[in-house]
């Protein structure tokens, strides 16, 4: 029963802060352009993420004694 004086308050001041970024995030628009951040991910780069496996082995050969 203790433990609810102390875990009442702090689980409505938790919400209270929640509450209180989403209304910042609200007021600060960050909501505007969800459909433009979906499709930004789409789209092809020129950048590889990650090497292409001929590079790999190239550099691989180019390491190995």
Known sequence: MGALIVLVPVSLAMGAIGLAVFLWS???EQYQDLEGDAERI???D???IAPRASEFSRRKKETSP
């Open 26 to 28: 609200l007021r600060t």
């Open 46 to 48: 020129d950048r590889p």
């Open 42 to 44: 789409l789209l092809a």
